[in-house]
């Protein structure tokens, strides 16, 4: 699968912003939605045609008074489909037409797709084709920055409609997706061609999108929602698998229905409030930082115990066999567990006494109830609370099923925590002694200085510290000493000047020996 780089999204952003230029706005509404349906997989196929059904619904939910709908749709092409595999833009419009056909009988069954379709080539700019690869990270790019010039509105809702699996970027070929999935040209798009995307876009509209959506399974993930923070206010999402049915567009768009100036947040409410679906959530973009710091805490006590027995297989052996996973039988692979569930797992353990591990845990827990601002789940799911984790059931799932390629450790989440780190210390067959320092590690990293101080940690207890903090040309920015089991350093060199973004480089000798690592100071 052809990558795309910084370059390639020049490009993508230069030709983004001149579609002012190509196509004159529209008449300014209060909300235009835009939805990216990837159907050039089984989603055009399997039974009941989910696309087919979800544009039906969209025709009968709407109303044009209140918003305005536009749709990219790439369609499979396999079955009689009369050129049909081609992808459209759908200017949604309504009507009452609700018959649907199975098997696929060479009709449309919908007059609103048959009156408000037109080929992608006769209205994207640079477009030349119409069977776009939904799975490159440029189509998304000129199709919602195409959308948002040409229907501008005070607010605007991206929707991302297809299979999903988080934040994997791989796994079994049947599966080969993180989201979007394009059959024809065997692509999908992995975090951070959607991250770079979301860039890209909020840069050519001049502003964040009101609320993004994953109409999709598996992707109310804290590693999903951090990598896309910059770029949203809110996110609705899932933690498990959906239905075949997905979203009920008839009933999301009939909010708009007198009601045009709904604001972002209490539409995401209302949205989670009417779809039914095993799990869905509506997540507060602006807040998930506060999770991602107290997860920092968090995967501390986690660590911690590695040193306590009896309290590191309560974790492993009574909280792990309980908690809410997701993914159903492939939760080995997608790894996801309910994030409060766990930390009130642990914070309610009479088994666990660690008093530290159970006070980060509480401080997780009210992050995330800060955090979701709406929340549904079916009977399946009732201890899910809105946001999940990767905390895979086993050595065997973290190295060979879930994380293979150590891609985990590419994530935004990933690495601006220690998250990554508590996991391959969890699960590694290493046995911790008082003389190792095989689990030292700097947090977070990549380090902002403006945020608090950066700690080197899990050293022997009682150890004697001397942390060295070097520059990339060899010389010394900063020398500590303390006693304990982690040293912090405050991002400034030996005169107290704040030290400017760039790599880094520590040495932290103790009588165990001497460990070394880097540290990227990236100052926002």
């Known amino acids: 699968m052809f990558k795309y780089g910084q370059v390639k999204f020049l490009s993508i952003f230069l030709c983004a912003t001149s579609i002012l230029l190509l196509y004159p706005a529209q008449c300014h509404a209060k909300w235009t939605v835009m939805v990216y349906m990837a159907a050039d997989n089984n989603l055009d196929d399997i039974r009941g045609n989910p696309f087919l059904k979800d544009i039906n619904e969209m025709e009968i939910g709407i109303d044009t008074t209140a918003v305005q709908l536009i749709v990219l749709g790439d369609r499979c092409s396999y079955g009689d489909k009369l050129g049909e595999e081609n992808t459209y833009i759908y200017n949604i419009t309504n009507d009452t037409v609700t018959t649907i056909t199975y098997p696929y009988s ?16 006769n209205l994207l700019p640079s477009t030349t084709t119409n069977e776009l690869n939904m799975g490159d990270p440029a189509n998304l790019v000129v199709f919602s920055t195409w959308a948002a010039k ?30 979007a999935f394009d059959n024809t040209s065997n692509d999908f798009l992995t975090m951070d061609e959607m991250s770079s995307a979301l860039e890209s876009i909020t840069s050519a509209i001049g502003r964040k999108i009101d609320i993004i959506g994953f109409d999709a399974c598996l992707m109310a993930q804290i590693e999903v929602a951090y990598q896309i923070k910059d770029y949203a206010n809110y996110m609705i999402a899932s933690e498990e698998k959906e239905p075949d049915s997905g979203w009920p567009y008839d009933k999301i768009l009939s909010q708009f229905t007198g009601n045009g100036n709904i604001s972002p947040i209490d539409l995401s409410k209302n949205i989670v409030n009417v779809t039914d679906v095993y799990t869905i959530s509506a997540i507060d973009l602006n807040k998930i930082s506060n999770i991602k710091n107290s997860v920092i805490n968090f995967a501390d006590g986690l660590i911690s115990i590695r ?8 974790l492993n052996t009574s909280v792990l066999q309980t908690v809410d996973y997701f993914g159903m039988g492939n939760n080995d692979i997608y790894g996801g567990v309910d994030l409060y569930d766990l930390t009130y797992k642990i914070e309610n353990s009479t088994a666990i006494g660690y008093m530290g591990l159970k006070t980060a845990a509480a401080s997780v827990e009210r992050a995330v109830n800060d955090c979701v601002i709406a929340n549904s789940t079916g009977s399946n799911h009732s201890n899910s609370h809105g946001i999940s984790i990767n905390f895979p059931k086993s050595y065997e799932s973290w190295f060979e099923k879930n994380n293979p390629d150590d891609y985990y450790s590419q994530l935004k989440f990933a690495k601006e925590t220690n998250w990554n780190y508590f996991l391959n210390n969890f699960y590694n067959t290493s046995v911790y002694t008082p003389n190792t320092l095989f689990y030292v590690v700097s947090a977070p990293n990549p380090y902002n200085p403006n945020a608090g101080r950066l700690a080197v940690r899990n050293f022997p207890e009682n150890s004697h510290i001397e942390l060295k903090i070097y520059a990339l040309d060899g010389s010394i920015v900063r020398s500590l000493e303390t006693n304990g089991e982690m040293i912090e350093w405050d991002g400034r060199n030996e005169s107290g000047s704040a030290v400017a973004s760039g790599i880094y480089f520590y040495t932290a000798k103790t009588a165990a020996g001497t460990a ?9």
């Open 150 to 179: 040409k229907y501008q509105a005070d607010n605007y809702m991206l929707i991302l409609w297809d299979h999903g699996s988080g934040w994997l970027p791989t796994m079994a070929s049947h599966l080969k997706k993180s989201i």
């Open 516 to 524: 070394k690592g880097k540290i990227t100071v990236v100052k926002k």
């Open 106 to 121: 060479g009709d449309y069954a919908y007059t609103g797709i048959a009156s408000s379709t037109k080929s992608v080539s």
């Open 307 to 314: 040193k306590m027995p009896t309290i590191y297989n309560e």
